[in-house]
């Protein structure tokens, strides 16, 4: 009898716009999916290292050399790559990093669609490894070869927004790079745009919350992350705020989130994009 093996969860955070929370978002949800006893990948394409840095600290991440970083893969020199070697299990029970520092820079490579075999790095790396169930990735504030990589490795892209003016300027851009990607990896899907750092009581944000919904409908989560400081306080504390505080409204917020993404991949709602 032919046994089913599931394919892990893969969302790629994605959006040239800086700052919009996509390390914020995929530190927090890790944790959210952590708790669910889900064994985590967090996979840091970022150069800036945010992720790397929240878990292990920015001394040790700078420090760390090109053969124990993701640029390991994109790097002739680094052969015969050991995922033990670059793997590296965090304080928290079910999630690893894949990490990332100032040496991926030299690699990310604006016109991403040249870069040949380099475009299937990360796939190449991740596809055997049967150790997780969610994969994320942490992509740069740009759509070079970075994020490009992370688009061709992942299954799902989740574009973080928040509901203002400069925040929703690169939707467009972002959909076209997702539609070129899906050349080379054809079973990409949008899961959807994620409204982040939200304030209710700010009109201007509660109105671009509505135009996004009008605009691209079931496309938008269901689900917000506002801007609360108890996402910070976790952060500065190393923790994701499922595990520093469970209790609060962000922790809330992300458990929400983490089953809304679940549901959409599983297709228990509708959504023409994400099964
Ligand atoms: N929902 C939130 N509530 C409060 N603070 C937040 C929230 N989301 C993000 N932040 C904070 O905003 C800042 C920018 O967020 P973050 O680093 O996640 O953005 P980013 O999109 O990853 O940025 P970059 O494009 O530079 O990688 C961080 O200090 C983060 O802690
Ligand atoms: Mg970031």
Known sequence: MAIAISQPISICLINQKGGCGKSSTCFHLAGAFAALGKRVLLVDVDPQ????????????????????????LFDDECNHIDPQQLIRETHIENISVLPANQHLARF????PEQGGVMQ??????????????????????????????AMIATRHVLIPIPPEDFGTQGIPAVHQAVANA???NPSLRRL?????????RILIHREYESRLRQLYDELVLRSTLPELSAFKVALACRNPVQMHAPRTKAAMRVRQLAGEIIDRISNKTQHREAA
Not at 122 to 139: H, N, T, Y
Not at 192 to 200: A, F, N, P, Q, V
């Open 192 to 200: 959807g745009h994620l409204i982040t750092r939200t304030d209710s």
């Open 49 to 72: 290292g945010s992720i790397s840095q929240a878990f292990f600290g920015s001394d040790a991440v700078e420090q760390m050399p090109v053969w124990e970083t993701v640029a390991a």
């Open 108 to 111: 990310n490579n604006p016109a």
């Open 120 to 149: 299937f790095a990360l796939r190449e790396f991740l596809e055997p490894l049967e150790a997780f169930d969610v994969i994320l990735f942490d992509c740069p504030p740009n759509l070079y070869q970075c994020s490009w990589n």
């Open 182 to 184: 899906r050349i080379l």
